[in-house]
């Protein structure tokens, strides 16, 4: 039989695909890891398995037990499927800049949504990661996740992520290119694929321009989920301890309109329905891609699916709204015709 007994056994494994808009022929092939395919929608499933297994095997969390984070969307929803399937109860903190769309999903899976004001110093109570270490502590069997101090975020990418990518190019990847948010995803993975090449593959963060990781002041932007946004009065450190700085070779700063623009491109040029901070990955993959040539291999990490966001990013009146489309061309992405 070509059966599974648990949907959990069906996390990671995502294909890898070349992105045709680089089109010209110059420049380096991009392969697009497209984690929107897993089960959960992201590439936080990968993460919510993992932190929940290591937390069952070290006793922190037992039968009846709540599992509770603070997270933008996608770590939330991967912890919560990952409950749901395992009997634990989930309870999420989010900032109010989270989609509908998320929050909608968290609820499906049964999950308890808590939204908290974002952009919050983290010595405010009502910041999201005191809120959840609260409600944590406060909740008989209460596990606070803590994506970005958990160890097991970047290990769930050292252990899956990387391995796939290096089998699934045949050792031959010369530049990962992956968003960084808790810096989980570009540090494992990473990791793993410098020590498989034995220190050859260039590995590139892309960041929302402003988020701190590029050097920016941390004003706040609209791609949701990647880059770190800190306030100016805050006592967090720049790099959480999810980040493994000395992986990264470099960072590049992409703008959110190029970001979205980006994402709406692939939509309608090739089919591949993504999030915002997927085109702030792409964005970037692209541009390196295009400064490199024919025996290179780029790969980028896709994180989520562009369903998420049809309300923002997908919707041509918030993009007005928001200055990201000209008013006068109505839909700057959309193919022109006569
Ligand atoms: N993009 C999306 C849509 C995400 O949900 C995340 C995870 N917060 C990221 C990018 C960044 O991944 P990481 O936290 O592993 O750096």
Not at 200 to 218: F, H, K, L, W
Not at 238 to 254: A, C, T
Request: charge should be negative.
């Amino acid at each position: 039989m070509e059966t599974h007994e648990s949907l959990l056994e069906l996390i990671g494994n995502t294909p890898l695909v070349r992105l045709r808009l680089p089109g010209d022929g110059r420049g380096a092939a991009v392969y697009a890891k497209l984690e929107y395919l897993n089960v959960g929608g992201s590439v936080k499933d990968r993460i919510g398995l993992r932190m929940i297994e290591e937390a069952e095997k070290s006793g922190a969390l037992g039968p009846g037990g709540t599992v509770v984070e603070a997270t933008s969307g996608n770590t939330g929803a991967g912890l919560a499927m990952v409950a749901a399937a395992k009997g634990y109860r989930t309870i999420v903190v989010l900032p109010d800049k989270t989609s509908a769309e998320k929050l909608a999903t968290l609820r499906a899976y049964g999950a308890e949504v808590v939204v908290r004001p974002g952009g919050l110093p983290l010595q405010d109570p009502e910041h999201i990661l005191n809120v959840a270490a609260r409600i944590a502590e406060q909740t008989p069997g209460g596990w606070f996740a803590g994506q970005y101090g958990n160890p097991a975020n970047p290990a769930a990418h050292y252990l899956t992520t990387g391995p796939e990518i290096w089998r699934q190019t045949d050792g031959r990847i010369t530049h990962l290119v992956s968003c960084v948010g808790t810096g989980g995803t570009i540090s494992g993975t990473g990791r793993f694929l410098k020590e498989a090449s034995g220190g050859t593959v260039r590995v590139i963060g892309a960041d929302p321009a402003s988020s701190v990781y590029s050097g920016g002041d941390g004003r706040p932007y609209f791609v949701e989920a990647a880059g770190r946004f800190r306030h100016p009065e805050t006592t967090e450190d720049i790099w959480p301890d999810s980040y493994q700085q000395d992986v990264v070779d470099e960072i590049l700063p992409i703008a959110d309109r190029d970001s979205l623009l980006t994402i709406r491109r692939l939509a309608r040029e090739e089919g591949l329905l993504v999030g915002g901070s997927a085109g702030t990955a792409a964005t970037a993959a692209l541009r390196v891609a295009a400064d490199l040539g024919p025996q290179d291999l780029v790969v980028v990490i896709l994180p989520d699916s562009g369903r998420q966001y049809l309300s923002k990013y997908f919707n041509d009146a918030w993009m007005l709204r928001q200055g990201f489309l000209d008013s006068d061309d109505g839909d700057a992405s959309a193919p022109r015709v006569g």
